[in-house]
């Protein structure tokens, strides 16, 4: 189990459960934290899913832990995601996109900050009119937080930027 909370964004959130399961009965209460706070990171947004992880640490007579671990674990999302809007509303836009791709390093199924990573390469590229830097890498962002919220609308108003982007290059 050492290696597996570097690895839960990769899995599938059932297999976790099960997983977490697994640990809250085995009583390893480090281990579980981190695969929650995993989950939660990359889920925030899902509140089926969290209400599985309430039940799951309930049974075990931890729910002040559950709540705990997924109110601070948003609680750091906001503030993350925050830190990197500020970077781009005060035109730190290089700056952004580092900050961005690593808070998307560690929270691979987070829609938001995943196109607010694409969103702030976006905003470079059409203030530097160089497309060629960034391009891949943002698409790959809007993917990646279209696949994970299919259903979130800013996919859809990052596409006609870059397709804006496409048009003035042409």
Do not use: W
């Not at 059932?14 to 209460?29: A, H, M, R, S, Y």
């Not at 500020?86 to 791709?101: C, D, H, P, T």
């Amino acid at each position: 189990f050492k290696n597996l909370n570097k690895r839960t964004g990769v899995l599938n959130p059932e297999i976790v459960l099960e997983i977490t399961q697994t640990c809250l009965t085995l009583d390893n209460p480090g281990l579980t934290d981190k695969i929650i706070k995993q989950l939660v990171s990359d889920h925030s947004e899902n509140e089926r899913l969290l209400a599985q992880v309430k039940t799951l640490y309930e049974k075990a007579g931890k729910l002040d832990e559950a709540n705990e671990i997924i109110e601070s674990t948003r609680q750091e999302i906001i503030r993350i995601n925050n830190e990197g809007v500020k970077m781009v509303r005060s035109g730190k836009l290089e700056q952004s996109i580092s900050y961005f791709i690593q808070a998307a390093k560690g929270m691979p199924n987070n829609a938001t900050i995943n196109f607010n990573a694409a969103y702030s390469m976006i905003r470079q590229m059409k203030e530097s009119r160089e497309t060629g830097r960034y391009f891949g890498l943002c698409q790959k962002f809007m993917e990646q937080g279209h696949k994970v919220d299919p259903s979130n609308q800013k996919y859809y108003q990052l596409l006609k930027l870059t397709e804006d982007l496409s048009n003035e290059a042409a």
